[in-house]
């Protein structure tokens, strides 16, 4: 991987660092307080969105973070926005807390580490795309780390961490920045409610 598409990676993930700043607003504010916050950020970038898909306009700045596959679709903020009201509306904050963060950290993670140390490309035959164990492996590691922090369960950190690791490494078509924060949050919410009734 080249000094230019590291810094490429670097840039596109900084986006996500919104997630820490979504987290701190809910920790101190109202679950509406953040949603509404959430929202106002889903409404200006579907409408950054329609005029860079429907008009060809280009933000400055802006059109240079799409990657290819998103030219001609929506960007992965829009769905990054959507995967986090999910989360906040459906589960527990620290649940939701630990979803979201999990989608920016461990994918960034995955991203980095897998562009510039992947050499073993073993999901080919079972995924059909050329994801790597080790950007995999430490995706894992960094969730579940993420996990811990939040939740300090290590049973539900490392269920959360699984299907967040899970479901970066078997989407092609459908955007991680969704599929993330909803199945480890969904995974984690149900595991945590089962192990309250063991």
């Given at each position: 991987?080249?000094?230019?598409?590291i810094l490429?990676?670097i840039?596109?993930?900084?986006?996500?660092?919104?997630?820490i700043?979504?987290?701190?607003i809910?920790?101190?504010?109202?679950?509406?307080?953040?949603?509404?916050?959430?929202?106002l950020?889903?409404?200006?970038?579907?409408?950054?969105?329609y005029?860079?898909l429907?008009?060809g306009?280009?933000?400055?700045?802006?059109?240079?973070?799409?990657?290819?596959?998103?030219?001609?679709?929506?960007?992965?903020?829009?769905y990054?926005?959507?995967?986090?009201v999910?989360?906040?509306?459906?589960f527990?904050?620290?649940?939701?807390?630990?979803?979201?963060?999990?989608t920016?950290?461990?994918d960034?993670?995955?991203?980095?580490?897998?562009?510039?140390?992947?050499?073993?490309r073993?999901?080919?035959?079972?995924?059909?795309?050329?994801?790597?164990?080790?950007?995999?492996?430490?995706e894992?590691?960094?969730?579940?780390?993420?996990?811990?922090?939040?939740?300090?369960?290590?049973?539900?950190?490392?269920?959360?961490?699984?299907?967040?690791?899970?479901?970066?490494?078997?989407?092609?078509?459908?955007?991680?920045?969704?599929v993330?924060p909803?199945?480890?949050?969904?995974?984690?919410?149900v595991?945590?409610?089962?192990?309250?009734?063991?």
């Amino acid at each position: 991987m080249s000094s230019g598409e590291i810094l490429f990676e670097i840039l596109r993930k900084s986006v996500h660092l919104v997630s820490i700043l979504i987290v701190l607003i809910y920790e101190f504010l109202e679950k509406e307080a953040v949603l509404w916050v959430l929202m106002l950020f889903l409404v200006i970038v579907l409408v950054l969105d329609y005029f860079r898909l429907e008009h060809g306009v280009k933000i400055p700045f802006f059109h240079t973070m799409y990657r290819e596959k998103e030219e001609c679709r929506l960007g992965g903020h829009i769905y990054f926005a959507l995967g986090s009201v999910a989360v906040i509306c459906l589960f527990s904050r620290e649940i939701a807390y630990a979803a979201i963060l999990m989608t920016t950290f461990g994918d960034m993670t995955a991203a980095l580490i897998g562009k510039s140390y992947g050499k073993r490309r073993v999901f080919h035959e079972i995924f059909n795309n050329d994801k790597s164990l080790e950007g995999s492996v430490s995706e894992f590691i960094v969730d579940f780390l993420v996990g811990l922090l939040i939740i300090g369960n290590p049973a539900v950190s490392l269920i959360m961490a699984f299907f967040a690791t899970l479901s970066e490494t078997a989407v092609n078509h459908i955007d991680d920045n969704l599929v993330i924060p909803i199945f480890s949050g969904f995974f984690g919410q149900v595991t945590f409610i089962l192990l309250a009734y063991l």
